[in-house]
């Protein structure tokens, strides 16, 4: 398994103000992941972060509004930039374990957002 | 690209029933995940089922990789089980895995 922290793992905020959340993972990996999920909704990929490089964007997702860093192999960060109220979503990270065609995938707790 | 469809829906239970979840998907996968969402949504995972059955106390869960579909089975249900079931495929798009959900199945056990 693996012990992801991630905090805050909830919190209110203005619109067009940003949020940097933190993502905090018990050993090295060489990939995290970074999700949303709107109510209601199931879990979208937004990046992959790869220590060391640009994160890779999925389409719908831009650098501008979600500027990601990996500065090391167990730790990554998301923020979301210039908040509206369509950004209140669950924003999860991710890592996986295992090697080959057999990865299974962790998640942290989550993070809460409600834009006001 | 790739469809990962869960039903029922959602499913109400009285405590004590049975419950099956189904998740089929259109491609062939590298792996499949069951999770729990609580809810404070976190993610909890159940299982992580390519192919086969495996167990683990109440819950159990089965994976026919060839015929595209997996199921996880709740028996006596608790009020604990209650929240949001989803499945996830993993599979390779671009040179990279990618961990495909369904939309998940919001099960509610009454006491």
């Known amino acids: 398994s693996a012990v992801i922290s991630q905090k805050p793992s909830r919190d209110i905020c203005q619109r067009g103000t940003s949020l940097t959340i933190q993502c905090q993972v018990d050993?090295?990996?060489?990939?995290m992941f970074w999700y949303r999920q709107q109510p209601g909704q199931s879990l979208t990929l937004i990046a992959t972060?790869?220590?060391?490089?640009?994160?890779?964007?999925e389409s719908g997702f831009v650098i501008d509004k979600f500027p990601i860093s990996r500065p090391n192999l167990t730790f990554s960060t998301l923020t979301v930039s210039n908040m509206s109220p369509e950004d209140s979503s669950i924003y999860l990270c991710s890592v996986r374990r295992g090697g080959g065609w057999n990865t299974e995938a962790f998640f942290g707790q989550g993070t809460r957002l409600t834009v006001v | 690209g790739i469809q990962v469809e869960q039903s029922p829906p959602d499913l109400i239970l009285q405590e004590g029933a049975n419950s099956t979840l189904r998740c089929n998907f259109s491609d062939s996968v590298n792996n499949l995940q069951w999770f729990h969402q609580n809810p404070w949504g976190q993610l909890i995972n159940l299982f992580y089922?390519?192919?086969g059955t495996k167990q683990n106390g109440r819950l159990s869960a089965t994976t026919v990789a060839t015929e595209r579909y997996s199921l996880l089975y709740i028996s006596s249900s608790q009020t604990t089980d209650s929240g949001v079931y989803f499945c996830?495929?993993?599979?390779?798009?671009?040179?990279?895995?990618?961990?495909?959900f369904g939309k998940g199945m919001k099960l509610t056990v009454n006491p």
């Open positions: 996830a495929v993993g599979l390779t798009q671009g040179g990279s895995e990618k961990l495909v």
């Open positions: 089922i390519p192919s």
């Open positions: 972060a790869n220590q060391g490089s640009e994160a890779t964007y």
């Open positions: 050993s090295q990996v060489t990939m």
